[in-house]
C-alpha cells in the first residue's frame, strides 16, 4: 500500500491527497474539497495483470453557450497491461518511463500535439 498521504502534483505544486477510499481493486487519494482525486488500482485476469493510476481534476468552469458555471472534470490514466510472466519489474519500470519521457520531453512537445488532435 502507498503511503498516506501521497503527495501529488496540482499545478505544478506537490500536494498532499490523504487516503479517503480503500477498495478491493483501487484505493483512492483525495483533497478535502475534492479537486483533486488520485486513483491507484489493478486487476488481474487467467493470464494479464493490469496497474493503473488515474488522476482526475474538477473546477467550475462556465459553459460557453449558456454561460452558467457547472462542474467539470478531466482524467489523465497511465495503466500498464502485463503477461503474468516474461517482463521483469525493472523492464515493465523501463516502459512506463520510457511513455512518460515521450510525453514530457522537450517541454512537453509531444503532449501538446496529442491534446491538440495529433495522432
Not at 80 to 87: A, E, S
Not at 101 to 119: C, H, M, Q, V, Y
Request: aromatic share 6%; charged share 20%; net charge positive.
Amino acid at each position: 500500500m502507498l503511503s498516506d498521504p501521497i503527495s501529488y502534483k496540482v499545478a505544478g505544486v506537490a500536494t498532499n491527497h490523504p487516503r479517503t477510499g480503500v477498495g478491493t481493486e483501487s484505493n483512492v487519494y483525495s483533497v478535502a474539497d475534492g479537486t483533486s482525486v488520485v486513483r491507484v488500482g489493478g486487476s488481474k485476469s487467467s493470464n494479464r495483470s493490469r496497474k493503473y493510476v488515474a488522476k482526475t481534476a474538477t473546477k467550475i468552469a462556465a459553459d460557453p453557450i449558456s454561460a452558467v458555471n457547472q462542474s467539470v472534470n478531466a482524467t489523465v490514466t497511465i495503466s500498464l497491461t502485463q503477461p503474468l510472466w516474461g517482463f521483469s519489474t525493472a523492464e515493465l519500470k523501463a516502459l512506463v518511463l520510457d511513455a512518460c519521457d515521450f510525453l514530457t520531453n522537450t517541454s512537453g512537445a509531444n503532449t501538446d500535439k496529442i491534446l491538440g488532435g495529433e495522432r
